[in-house]
């Protein structure tokens, strides 16, 4: 099973400043990689596909890159609607193993 | 507009049944494999199972296999897991999740029905 590690576990940051979040495959994913924002409540949305491609709708602030096993979302200018958790998912298995990472919680400092 | 409506979920005590369901609209559901996506409270993200457009491959999560199946029916539009043998483990709210048209990734998820398996 390919284990996806995120980092940090919880964010602290302040609106308008940049944010950048980690994750770490276990082994190489290739491009196959994408990033989910959570609210409470809510089903997960997903961010970012194929490493760096925004999903239909989403803010151009929200930005991925990254290959194989390290991979980095980046929001350029926090809003208060960014604050939620974010999660990696590795869709890389076949036959399909999709693992997703623990998460990073995005707070406001 | 593309929805996702998950059904059936509820408390059962441990070794029951339950059996979810999940209603698709606004896209060609038929085109499309499907999956089940699990969160227990307070914790991450877990893939449960997989299933082809056309039901010929089903794959599962190890912590569910042998105990639930998936399925579907193209010409109702939707999407079934049936879970036996029920852990207090498997508490969770299950979501169905759409991938996209060229990748994995899922761009479409239903808002969810939560399972309590407690005694």
């Known amino acids: 099973e390919i284990v996806m590690t995120q980092s940090p576990a919880t964010l602290s940051v302040s609106p308008g400043e940049r944010a950048t979040l980690s994750c770490r495959a276990s082994?190489?994913?290739?491009?196959?990689l994408a990033w989910y924002q959570q609210k409470p409540g809510q089903a997960p949305r997903l961010l970012i596909y194929?490493?760096?491609t925004r999903a239909t709708g989403i803010p151009a602030r929200f930005s991925g890159s990254g290959s194989g096993t390290e991979f980095t979302l980046t929001i350029s200018s926090l809003q208060s609607e960014d604050f939620a958790v974010y999660y990696c998912q590795q869709y890389n298995n076949w036959p399909p193993k999709y693992t997703f990472g623990q998460g990073t919680k995005l707070e406001i400092k | 507009e593309v929805q996702l409506v998950e059904s059936g979920g509820g408390l059962v005590k441990p070794g029951g049944s339950l059996r979810l369901s999940c209603a698709a609209s606004g896209f060609t559901f038929s085109s499309y494999s499907m999956n089940w996506v699990r969160q227990a409270p307070g914790k991450g993200l877990e893939w449960v199972s997989s299933?082809?457009?056309?039901?010929?491959?089903?794959y599962y999560a190890d912590s569910v296999k042998g105990r639930f199946t998936i399925s579907r029916d193209n010409a109702k539009n939707s999407l079934y897991l049936q879970m036996n043998s029920l852990r207090a483990e498997d508490t969770a709210v299950y979501y169905c999740?759409?991938?996209?048209?060229?990748?994995?990734?899922?761009?479409?998820w239903g808002q969810g029905t939560m399972v309590t398996v407690s005694s």
């Open positions: 999740a759409r991938p996209t048209v060229t990748t994995y990734a899922f761009d479409i």
């Open positions: 299933i082809s457009s056309s039901s010929s491959y089903i």
């Open positions: 082994q190489s994913v290739s491009s196959n």
């Open positions: 194929g490493a760096s």
